[in-house]
């Protein structure tokens, strides 16, 4: 008994960890793929790899200070022309010395520029995280809700394997008492089969759909909660497109992104422009050189400050083909803009329409799931007394899975739709997606 327990205890352990006792919901889900979506990780990485820009523009512009050092043999080989009486002689000796610089930039065009360059790219770097993680917001609901409507698909499928399971076992039973001929009963099964291969394939696509889940949380994830019965249906606020698409076009992070990116472009320009210009440093050295001879050792130390001017006079036309390669790419990156802002524009757009016709959609579904019950309880009434047949019964049962299915698929969208919209919009926040998640059961 002793040794039985220890063994209970670590089975009920396991079990408690590995199945937690509540479905996970959406900030469950979203916790994991904020620590787990390589995507949205590499998307971090990259701006933290960008705010050292900041530094390293800054350390070109401050002192450096630098140490070289040097030690030779050497061999004089003496020939006097003076004096053809002296013979020639050889004299080895070796020689020594070091060098200490300090180095002050007082002008430098291209490294104040780099300087001024590195907040727009810092700042394009932040709008592209901030974009980043609205997109994760909308991934993590769209792979969560794409789960959702595939276990309702495959209820759909289950409930018509099931009718038509009962609608076969009728109809060979009316074969086998000459009620009915042998094609109702082949029909009957052909029917089933396909039911039963829909099944298969609803399945797969649950499967489907935990592993879109999985790549972007890196787990897997059986027992999600189910959207509530009730959910609110709110419209836009304000309710005019057009205020929507203005704010998409001010407050849109990828165009923020874009807008950092042209001037950042700008900045390239004026750099590979200052390659005309001269530099101008200040340039304290000390030295000292250790050196022998026939005429004996020599030790020289010096010390010297100044500033030293150095101007670029030709080098073959590369100063001028970067700035024009530059040009091109600020063009470039201005039509990026302009792509950035029309794209912005047709999300907005599109999602607030969709909000718009989802409520509507939402409750025209919610009408005819209900009107789908009302006439799946008279049909089943008349097959009980004989007005209605089995197949009858089977495409009512049909007809209120699939309105419970489009019902569900409704809600998904509209809710979908109200984030694309405060995505577009440049407003998508983490209290969004609480606010979904409160519809959760």
Not at 173 to 197: C, H, K, N, P
């Amino acid at each position: 008994m002793s040794k039985i327990l220890p063994k209970t205890l670590c089975t009920l352990l396991f079990l408690a960890v590995a199945c937690p006792a509540y479905p996970a919901d959406l900030m469950d889900i979203y916790g994991h793929a904020l620590d787990s979506d390589p995507q949205y990780l590499q998307v971090a990485a990259d701006r933290r790899a960008t705010l050292e820009q900041h530094p390293q523009a800054r350390a070109r512009l401050l002192p450096s200070l630098s140490i070289s050092a040097n030690a030779f043999t050497n061999e004089e080989d003496i020939t006097s022309v003076f004096n053809p009486i002296d013979r020639p002689s050889k004299v080895s000796f070796g020689s020594h010395g070091y060098s200490l610089d300090l180095v002050q930039p007082l002008f430098n065009g291209e490294r104040i520029v780099s300087y001024l360059q590195a907040d727009s790219l810092i700042n394009r770097a932040d709008a592209e995280l901030g974009a980043a993680r609205q997109d994760l917001i909308v991934r993590t609901t769209q792979a969560y809700f794409e789960a959702l409507a595939a276990h309702d698909n495959l209820g759909f499928a289950e409930a018509e394997k099931k009718s038509l399971s009962r609608q076969l076992e009728q109809a060979q039973q009316r074969f086998e008492v000459g009620l009915s001929a042998i094609t109702d009963v082949q029909e009957a099964q052909a029917g089933f089969d396909r039911a039963v291969a829909a099944q298969i394939a609803a399945r797969n696509n649950v499967d489907n759909a935990l592993e879109a889940l999985r790549a972007i949380t890196g787990s897997y994830f059986s027992d999600l909660a189910l959207l509530g019965a009730t959910m609110p249906l709110v419209s836009p606020q304000p309710e005019e497109i057009e205020t929507w698409t203005g704010a998409a076009l001010e407050q849109n992070l990828e165009v923020q992104a874009a807008r950092h990116a042209v001037d950042s472009a700008r900045r390239e320009v004026q750099k590979r422009r200052a390659g005309h210009l001269p530099a101008l440093d200040m340039v304290a050295r000390h030295s000292y050189f250790s050196t022998g001879g026939r005429f004996g050792s020599l030790d020289n130390t010096t010390n010297s400050i100044g500033v030293e001017v150095s101007m670029p006079l030709f080098q073959g036309g590369y100063v001028s083909s970067r700035v024009r390669e530059t040009r091109e790419r600020l063009n470039a990156e201005l039509e990026r803009l302009e792509q950035a802002r029309r794209q912005a524009q047709r999300l907005t757009r599109q999602a607030y329409l969709g909000v718009i016709s989802g409520i509507s959609q939402v409750k025209a579904l919610q009408q005819a799931v209900v009107s789908s019950e009302t006439a799946l309880a008279a049909t089943e009434a008349g097959f009980d007394v004989g007005t209605r047949t089995a197949v009858d019964v089977v495409a009512a049962e049909r007809a209120t899975s699939q309105a419970r299915r489009d019902y569900a698929r409704a809600r998904y969208d509209y809710l979908l739709d109200t984030l694309r919209l405060k995505q577009a919009a440049g407003s998508l926040s983490i209290d969004d997606l609480r606010g979904v998640n409160r519809w959760l059961e």
